[in-house]
């Protein structure tokens, strides 16, 4: 029986540890709107992705800690699964804003999250099934959000933790191309 996946080795200290949380942008693609992901050949959670032609993603412009990305694993009787969450703010309370946050709950195949966090990675989100809503508020009341929407997307179908949106040049991770990458990906 041939060995589908092992372990490829521990796990060493990090010289200094990592510095938690997300930074404030976020781009939602829509899952339709990717052409295509490819997988780096030796880092296997490092993906790239290109665009349908004329297709752009979704800028969400944050406040303090309100991106939020997690993974988690769910113990499946035959095999795992992975549950992605990721929590926004649409701190605008005006119409546009809720027009597109409806336009979120009424996608069909759901958005990818992709966030850089602190330690400057960029993490993918709903990659394999797609993100949609699984809370979706408003509350005039709320003094923190002056009267945003937050939203939690979620998917309950992923095959692994998050992957890494990477450039890799010369096999190494490109912190500037990665990020002139990101920023193609929401840019006219």
């Not at 880092?43 to 665009?51: C, N, P, R, V």
């Not at 597109?100 to 992709?114: C, K, N, R, W, Y």
């Amino acid at each position: 029986m041939a060995t589908c996946r092992q372990l490829k080795g521990g796990a060493a200290a990090p010289c200094e540890t990592g510095t938690s949380g997300m930074k404030t942008k976020t781009v939602l693609i829509r899952k339709e709107d990717i052409a295509g992901v490819a997988r780096h050949a030796t880092i296997k959670k490092a993906i790239t992705l290109s665009l349908v032609a004329g297709k752009k993603g979704f800028l969400f412009q944050g406040l303090g800690s309100s991106n939020a990305a997690r993974a988690e694993l769910v113990p499946g009787k035959y095999k795992p699964s992975y549950k992605h969450d990721f929590d926004l703010v649409a701190f605008d309370p005006g119409p546009e804003q809720a027009e597109t946050m409806e336009d979120l709950a009424a996608d069909p195949e759901g958005v990818v999250s992709i966030t850089q966090d602190n330690n400057g990675y960029y993490k993918v989100l709903g990659l394999n099934a797609g993100l949609r809503p699984s809370a979706l508020k408003t509350d005039s009341e709320d003094a923190d959000l002056g009267g945003g929407i937050p939203a939690t997307l979620t998917s309950e179908k992923e095959l692994g933790l998050a992957d890494y949106f990477m450039v890799m040049t010369d096999g190494v991770y490109d912190a500037a191309a990665t990020k002139t990458a990101f920023e193609a990906l929401y840019s006219a």
